[in-house]
């Protein structure tokens, strides 16, 4: 099993199947629009845009479990990313990353990278899960992480995956 097996619904409500991304480097990431860390945004589209044409993509899912930060209907969500920090990477539904509703793809990347202490539940929004052009979870990146400090680990894997 890997994330490639999961589906999950764009913003737009589309389903899609993750499969699309094989031979991708992914960086799936929680986020809020009305977070201490909603800035991350500029840094998560730097990055989408410098390395995409390399076979990188960001995948943002939105979840409104941490301090209701994310309250908007997608229409609303998708506007202000678009708006505010010129997002184009794929942004999918509001999800809950925690509980017995969490969607399964974030239950699944919780058990293959788990938190400080070996913890799995997800401690806030902007939590990073780093995933290989196979679809396997390669690590997770606590929200204090600025999408500029993972630039050595994803140029890293898009050169395993040219070579």
């Not at 708006?83 to 699944?108: I, T």
């Amino acid at each position: 099993m890997s994330v490639l097996d999961f589906q999950a619904n764009d913003i737009t409500g589309q389903a899609v199947d993750l499969n699309k991304y094989a031979g991708q480097v992914l960086l799936i990431v929680n986020t809020a629009s009305q977070c201490g860390y909603t800035s991350q945004y500029q840094g998560l589209q730097q990055l989408h845009e410098e390395f995409q044409a390399q076979g990188f993509q960001v995948l943002g899912f939105p979840c409104n479990q941490f301090g209701f930060q994310e309250p908007g209907t997608a229409s609303e969500i998708a506007t202000f990313c678009e708006k505010n920090f010129g997002v184009s990477f794929p942004l999918f539904e509001k999800v809950n990353v925690n509980g017995s509703d969490a969607h399964p793809l974030f239950q699944y990347l919780k058990s293959h990278a788990t938190g400080i202490l070996g913890t799995e539940s997800i401690k806030w929004n902007f939590t990073k899960f780093l995933i290989t052009k196979e679809g396997q979870v390669l690590k997770r990146y606590p929200p204090t992480t600025t999408p500029q400090e993972l630039r050595a680990d994803v140029l890293a894997q898009l050169v395993d995956v040219a070579e």
